[in-house]
């Protein structure tokens, strides 16, 4: 059974820091590009950071570049997303995707909230 399953989401104030946890099961993730995505109210899923599947290659969506990083421990089958100097427009369900050619996971998503 293929699982993407996300946590460390939560509430926070402006200026502070979380890390998101992605832990997959049920398939090889080291094989897959990572990616996590974010959603708003209202809004549509937009790609934050992504990482390639050795782990050699990373790239972040300019709006979070500097304070956003994405890594990977593949013996563990987990990928992160430490994120830094949090803003209120940070807020948004966070989501773990595992990708490669034909193939799509997603996680359940993280609820991400930061206060001003």
């Known amino acids: 059974q293929v699982q993407l399953v996300e946590s460390g989401g939560g509430l926070v104030q402006t200026g502070g820091s979380l890390r998101l946890s992605c832990a997959a099961s049920?398939?090889?993730?080291?094989?897959?590009?990572m990616r996590w995505y974010r959603q708003a109210p209202g809004k549509e899923r937009d790609l934050v950071a992504a990482?390639?599947?050795?782990?050699?290659?990373?790239n972040y969506a300019d709006s979070v570049k500097g304070r956003f990083t994405i890594s990977r421990d593949n013996a563990k089958n987990t990928v992160y997303l430490q994120m830094n100097s949090l803003k209120p427009e940070d807020t948004a369900v966070y989501y773990c995707?595992?990708?490669?050619?034909?193939?799509?996971?997603w996680g359940q998503g993280t609820q991400v909230t930061v206060s001003s």
């Open positions: 049920g398939f090889t993730s080291s094989r897959y590009a």
């Open positions: 995707n595992a990708v490669r050619t034909y193939v799509n996971y």
């Open positions: 990482i390639s599947s050795v782990g050699g290659s990373a």
